[in-house]
């Protein structure tokens, strides 16, 4: 009598790590969105909530309705208006310090090869180390250098904001409270480019050699 044996199923099969982790794209499709609203709030304080902009609106408007006011009058509904705004950038402010705080924690949990630092450090050793395709390890170090520096740039926006937040508080540096506004709007414009750059990188990856970016970002590659 022939026995059948049944087929042994190795049942100690593991699927490839991710390229990126869960942690890692929640953090940036977060943070993406948060940096649009704080960007949003700024751009609508400076142009259709400026006081030039709105206090001729809010007493155009009220004229029609057969209320005239003064322009002080229209100026204090204007700046009423406007700190409502300068809230919810506060508020994007905490949230954006939260997820920088989250970053640099999941940096030290991240998987050896997903870590920034040994991406930069790889890229740099890639660099000095091969003579053959420099120009593509140029750029993959330029590429980690730059996000380096965004980090960076978060955190300085990240202190700098929640200085101002809590200005009341730290009353002893109010002398410096300029400076640090001008600080933290010049960041702003840096993470702008940043953002301009980035976009224009993946639109053009995803047109070449680095297609599925974006789709490696949603399901972790």
């Known amino acids: 009598m022939v026995l059948i044996e049944p087929i042994k199923k190795d ?11 869960a942690p890692f794209r929640f953090w940036h499709w977060v943070n993406m969105c948060v940096i ?17 902009n709105i206090n001729p609106l809010i007493k155009d408007e009220l004229k029609n309705k057969g209320i005239t ?8 509904v204007g700046h009423a208006l406007e700190d409502k705004v300068w809230e919810i ?12 705080v989250f970053r640099l924690i999941l940096e030290f949990y991240q998987l050896a090869d997903q870590k920034l630092i040994r991406k930069l450090k790889d890229a740099y050793a890639q660099f000095h180390a091969t003579k053959k395709n420099r120009e ?3 750029h993959e170090l330029l590429v980690k250098a ?10 300085i926006m990240a202190l700098t904001g ?19 506004k001008e600080v933290h709007g010049f960041c702003m414009y840096l993470i702008l480019a940043f953002v301009a750059v980035h976009l224009a990188g993946v639109f053009l990856a995803e ?12 399901n972790g590659g």
């Open 69 to 76: 006011i003064t322009e002080q009058q229209a100026g204090s």
């Open 11 to 21: 049942r100690h099969f593991t699927s490839p790590a991710k390229k990126y982790s």
């Open 89 to 100: 950038h506060t508020y994007f402010g905490y949230i954006l310090a939260a997820l920088l």
């Open 36 to 52: 649009g609203g704080s960007l949003i709030t700024v751009l609508l304080n400076s142009t259709l909530i400026d006081q030039q």
């Open 162 to 180: 929640l200085f101002l937040a809590f200005e009341d508080l730290l009353a002893p540096f109010k002398s410096i409270r300029h400076s640090i």
């Open 146 to 155: 730059i996000y380096a520096a965004f980090y960076i740039l978060l955190l």
């Open 136 to 138: 593509l390890a140029r």
């Open 207 to 218: 047109r070449n050699k680095g297609k599925g970016i974006v789709s490696d970002m949603i």
